[in-house]
């Protein structure tokens, strides 16, 4: 054999192998088992005293601890909902807020999505988003613990975002430094309901089971771009006639009706314009025994923005009424919502509104998406 027809052979098996190990990497990707992140994370932070109601019981650090598991999506699908590598995951955290005879503890279970804004082989940047349940041990009383203005329910509900920057220390180990911005409120369940706002920063370890290499991928693009989306939908509450501590029973349906239309930017962000119409029973009641100043038909107007996750949108709207709902004279509002999409139309969700530092009421709410 020539020199000339050895070299060619060479060539043609070393392409022959590269094509093989190209779709051998190609079929991992999909075929393999996506990577389970099983982690640790330690906090420390600083609770904000967002009124002077809360400020004396503001000045302390709370620290805490957050076991979690999420799963990281890998797929050809799974990257078409959102052109991005993506977790989802459930954390479970125990919170010391530094102040036991007033605050006590919070042992909370979060549902999380968190998007990878950009990775490279060993280093990427997330953001997380999360929603969940928190058990609180030392709520307000009376008589007992009257200085507790922050939550008067044992049950409540956290809502957290963060930032984190994450290193992979080996195949099966992830460090990350996270600044998460945290809340907790029974949603206006019960008064007092100031809600505990408290930034932290975390250290964090993650042991990686089914671990593989994320290979580099490109955005895929429809035709059109990320056209505009309309939406309806109803939501439902119920909300409590009183405002005092002490009359916290006699609850209210409040259903409502919104819509608007969305527009996606680009892979995870978007931004969104709506209308809000509904009727409060709780308002009726008091309209009932002369408070002419409470209005039993709201409308409103807002806008906003989505970070979209597949099927997830989380949503932060900021409202104004047209025409004040009650004599406290609130024109603004904010509304916190994460929604999931069942089919390519319906939609389900839950959602938040807060006047300011106090959260007002959580609804669930259903809608079409055309």
């Known amino acids: 054999m020539t020199k000339t027809k050895t070299t060619i052979l060479l060539i043609l098996a070393t392409i022959i192998h590269l094509r093989a190990q190209g779709q051998q990497d190609s079929v991992d990707v999909n075929s393999q088992r996506d990577p389970l992140y099983i982690g640790v994370k330690y906090q420390y932070g600083d609770i904000l005293a967002h009124s002077g109601d809360i400020e004396s019981i503001s000045g302390t650090n709370p620290w805490g601890l957050t076991f979690e598991v999420s799963q990281l999506k890998t797929k050809d699908k799974s990257w078409r909902n959102c052109n991005c590598y993506s977790k989802v995951g459930l954390s479970f955290s125990y919170t010391n807020f530094a102040n036991p005879d007033v605050l006590g503890n919070a042992y909370s279970m979060v549902f999380f999505l968190e998007p990878l804004i950009t990775y490279r082989r060993n280093f990427h940047v997330s953001f997380r988003a999360g929603m969940g349940i928190s058990y609180m041990d030392n709520i307000y009383d009376e008589i007992e613990n009257p200085t507790n203005l922050f939550y008067s329910t044992s049950f409540s509900f956290p809502l957290l ?188 969700g839950i959602s938040l509104k807060a006047h300011g530092h106090v959260a007002q009421n959580i609804d669930v709410r259903m809608g079409i998406v055309f």
Do not use: C
């Open 161 to 348: 975002v963060n930032l984190a920057l994450n290193y992979k220390i080996a195949p099966e180990w992830n460090a990350n430094l996270s600044v998460f911005y945290n809340h907790i409120s029974n949603g206006g369940m019960r008064q007092p309901n100031k809600g505990i706002n408290y930034p932290t920063i975390a250290l964090g370890l993650d042991y990686i089971l089914f671990p593989k290499s994320l290979p580099v991928r490109k955005r895929v693009k429809s035709a059109s771009g990320y056209p505009w989306q309309r939406y309806l939908g109803i939501f439902a509450t119920t909300r409590s006639v009183s405002d005092s501590t002490n009359e916290n029973d006699n609850r209210k349906l409040t259903i409502g009706l919104n819509g608007g239309v969305t527009k996606r930017l680009g892979k995870i962000y978007g931004f969104n314009l709506g209308f809000e119409a509904s009727y409060d029973g709780s308002n009726r009641e008091k309209r009932k025994v002369g408070n002419e100043d409470y209005s039993t038909y709201i409308f409103s107007l807002m806008a906003g923005n989505n970070l979209h996750f597949g099927r997830y949108r989380f949503s932060q709207q900021f409202g104004v009424y047209l025409g004040s709902p009650d004599p406290n004279d609130r024109w603004l509002f904010q509304r916190y919502a994460l929604d999931y999409q069942l089919t390519d139309l319906l939609k389900v």
